[in-house]
């Protein structure tokens, strides 16, 4: 009986030392979480400590300081300055004047001359009439002969035709797509630019006279080939070599 009565005591107190532990854990629980969010307030300063700044007085920013002095602290106040209502009114009526329109200097040096190539290749060159082609943005005329209209009418016996276009389509049998090998390039006074051409080493200019189709200046060399020309009916001298009824 005795011992039944030692082991109910001790169970007791060991209850009793349990809930003990336990209280005294959630007491530090509960000062711990009090101590980490403490109610804050809010301090708000006292608008009546304040003074209001006169009217007449404008803040301006201070000059940079010098390389002696040492720079404001921050929080500074900077320094004001009184507007005096002289010196920053509008200019008088009389002074103020309209703006005129000058002419701009001369120029201090002559502008560079363009320089003509000596010699120029022209890579698929297109005939746009007898003896005037183009490469690209370059149109050249042939030298020694006069330009040709692609407008021009001849007539014959056989009645009238377009001479002017069978003598560019025959420039352009001629030139085949083949690249020109252009000298002697000058730029004339109208805009216009001239060249000594051949292809395949022959002269283009050359070849359209003695095929009749192209007049050469007077006093070229190649007025004995143009009278040649003449005299066997070619080109711009015979018929219109599209009548395939006519015999050759």
């Known amino acids: ?67 002696d002095q040492e720079p404001a602290a921050k929080g500074a106040r900077l320094p004001l300055r009184i507007v005096e209502p002289a010196f920053i009114a509008p200019p008088e009526e009389s002074l103020a004047q309209p703006l005129e329109r000058i002419a701009p200097r001369p120029a201090l040096s002559d502008p560079a001359k363009k320089e003509m190539p000596s010699s120029v290749i022209l890579q698929r060159p297109v005939a746009l009439a007898a003896g005037l082609v183009q490469a690209g943005d370059r149109t050249v005329q042939l030298k020694d002969i006069e330009p040709e209209r692609t407008e021009k009418i001849c007539g014959s016996e056989g009645g009238n035709w377009p001479c002017g276009v069978v003598a560019r389509t025959a420039f352009r049998n001629f030139l085949r797509g083949r690249a020109l090998a252009c000298e002697e390039i000058e730029e004339k006074a109208d805009g216009t630019t001239t060249a000594m051409c051949t292809v395949g080493g022959e002269n283009a200019a050359a ?42």
């Open 1 to 67: 009986m005795r011992q039944q009565l030692v082991i109910a005591a001790g169970g007791l107190a060991a209850l009793a030392l349990y809930g003990a532990i336990i209280a005294s854990g959630a007491a530090v629980i509960r000062d711990r979480d009090g101590a980490a969010a403490p109610d804050f307030v809010l301090d708000t300063p006292d608008t009546a400590t304040f003074e209001e700044p006169d009217k007449a007085v404008i803040a301006e920013p201070a000059a940079p300081p010098a390389a």
């Open 207 to 248: 070849w359209l006279v003695a095929n009749g189709w192209a007049l050469p200046l007077a006093g070229s060399a190649l007025e004995a080939q143009a009278e040649a020309a003449r005299t066997a009916g070619r080109g711009f001298y015979g018929n219109d070599p599209r009548d395939l009824d006519r015999a050759p």
